[in-house]
């Protein structure tokens, strides 16, 4: 399950085997989603208006990136992750509140309306962006205050499903 905070590999029964942080290691994050998933295809990421370059670990639908550098800001996590199915090989891909690719927009933009919103860029459709599950980028530091990371649900086209989720996405306390 990912959340906001961390990825959490529960069993069968839904029980938690184990949690990492995305400020923990990536190697420690790729080898468990290896053990779990399988081997990644790995190659390397340019970078975006959205991420920075690196390395990228993909299964097939489930992305991680692991930017060359975080010496720019101390609060930046060590991966991110993209998701762009409900399942690999066999696994299902869950978020907080059990959210998963391929639920329905329409029916999470009334479940979250507080952290629902319709995105329009100028020649591109409207979009729905929902946040959830947010948490303090870092409660103990007031340099940081109104920062936050949430699960964030993309559906390109509010009316149908929520086609990706990326985790942790910072708001930058906007």
């Not at 007031?142 to 920062?147: E, F, H, S, T, V």
Request: hydrophobic share 40%.
């Amino acid at each position: 399950m990912f959340t906001a905070e961390s990825i959490d590999f529960l069993n069968a029964d839904g029980d938690e085997i184990d949690s990492l942080t995305y400020f923990d290691s990536t190697s420690a994050a790729v080898a468990w989603l290896t053990d779990a998933l399988g081997a990644p295809s790995v190659s390397s990421y340019e970078g975006g208006a959205e991420a920075w370059p690196g390395t990228l670990y993909d299964w097939n639908g489930l992305e991680l990136l692991d930017p060359d550098s975080n010496a720019e800001w101390p609060w930046r996590p060590e991966y991110w992750v993209a998701v762009t199915t409900a399942s690999v090989n066999g696994v299902s891909i869950l978020t907080v509140d059990g959210v998963r690719v391929g639920d329905s927009a329409p029916e999470l933009e009334a479940r979250f309306p507080d952290n629902s919103s319709r995105i329009t860029v100028s020649g591109y459709p409207e979009r729905l962006d929902i946040r959830i599950g947010e948490v303090p980028a870092d409660p103990d530091d007031p340099a940081y205050d109104g920062m936050n990371y949430a699960v964030w649900l993309i559906a390109p086209d509010p009316a149908t499903l929520i086609t990706e989720f990326r985790t942790p996405s910072p708001n930058f306390g906007v």
